[in-house]
């Protein structure tokens, strides 16, 4: 597996690239997002890990300009740990966000986490395209659409598997812990406003109405559910 890391400072750079290559991961550097960018280009990686605060283009302008043309998952690594910074990061397309200063051992388990889940559906179970609420789901192909007309829906590779784990458990309340695990592939407290933030998206792209929902529900205290 290919990742490119993305940071202006030299050692938190030169600690992450050893960090993945003791894994056994190839790994890429550069230090602004311009030169992330040409190499995205000549070079697409499986996975980027992303630094906010940096001269020229931030991440957040870098994130938005891979989206514009390609799925690559992106982990942003940043200092800034406010909500809003973490609720910017993933609204516009990053697959997760995860504050600096961290501990390697959970650097490490939301890179394999997020490249597992990135990954080719292999389970028969899993393969099955699912149908619902007028969609239509193919995770073979990779793609949703609308039965009416056919039209597709441009999903990220998180919101997909999001959709894909509601639609899968329709009519079912999922709790955001239960998605955390499912979706994102770690067990950590505290990130159900990252759930929230991944339904709103969600909303806005299959809802008719994404302020009055009728496919994406929220069940106030425990959670979320997919009705068909």
């Given at each position: 597996?290919?990742?490119l890391?993305?940071?202006?400072d030299?050692?938190s750079?030169?600690?992450?690239?050893?960090?993945?290559?003791?894994?056994?991961?190839?790994?890429?550097?550069?230090?602004?997002?311009?030169?992330?960018?040409?190499?995205?280009?000549?070079?697409?990686?499986?996975?980027?890990?992303?630094?906010?605060?940096?001269?020229?283009?931030?991440?957040?302008?870098?994130?938005?300009?891979?989206?514009?043309?390609?799925?690559?998952?992106?982990?942003?690594?940043?200092?800034?740990?406010?909500?809003?910074?973490?609720?910017?990061?993933?609204?516009?397309?990053?697959?997760?966000?995860?504050v600096?200063?961290?501990?390697?051992a959970?650097?490490?388990?939301r890179?394999?986490?997020?490249?597992?889940?990135?990954?080719?559906?292999?389970d028969?179970?899993?393969?099955?395209?699912l149908?619902?609420?007028g969609?239509?789901?193919?995770?073979?192909?990779?793609?949703?659409?609308?039965?009416?007309?056919?039209?597709?829906?441009?999903?990220?590779?998180?919101?997909?598997?999001?959709?894909w784990?509601?639609?899968?458990?329709?009519?079912?309340?999922?709790?955001?812990?239960?998605?955390?695990s499912?979706?994102?592939?770690?067990d950590?407290?505290?990130?159900?406003?990252?759930?929230?933030?991944?339904?709103?998206?969600?909303?806005?792209?299959?809802?008719?109405?994404?302020?009055?929902?009728?496919?994406l529900?929220?069940?106030?205290?425990?959670?979320?559910?997919f009705?068909?």
């Open positions: 597996m290919k990742i890391v993305v940071d202006d030299r050692p750079l030169k600690l992450i690239s050893f960090l993945l290559r003791e894994e056994g991961y190839v790994v890429s550097t550069a230090q602004n997002g311009q030169t992330a960018l040409e190499i995205i280009q000549q070079r697409p990686p499986d996975l980027v890990i992303l630094d906010v605060m940096m001269p020229h283009i931030d991440g957040f302008e870098v994130c938005h300009r891979i989206r514009k043309v390609a799925k690559i998952p992106i982990i942003f690594l940043s200092a800034k740990g406010q909500i809003e910074d973490k609720v910017m990061g993933l609204s516009i397309g990053a697959d997760d966000y995860l600096k200063p961290f501990e390697p959970e650097l490490l388990a890179v394999e986490a997020v490249l597992r889940r990135s990954g080719t559906f292999t028969q179970q899993d393969a099955m395209p149908r619902g609420g969609l239509c789901l193919d995770p073979i192909r990779h793609v949703v659409f609308r039965e009416e007309d056919g039209k597709e829906i441009e999903l990220t590779p998180i919101e997909f598997r999001l959709l784990c509601l639609m899968g458990n329709a009519g079912r309340v999922l709790s955001p812990s239960f998605l955390i499912k979706v994102w592939g770690y950590y407290e505290g990130e159900s406003n990252q759930v929230a933030v991944y339904i709103r998206r969600l909303r806005t792209k299959i809802e008719k109405e994404p302020h009055h929902p009728e496919q529900v929220t069940v106030r205290g425990h959670g979320y559910k009705e068909a």
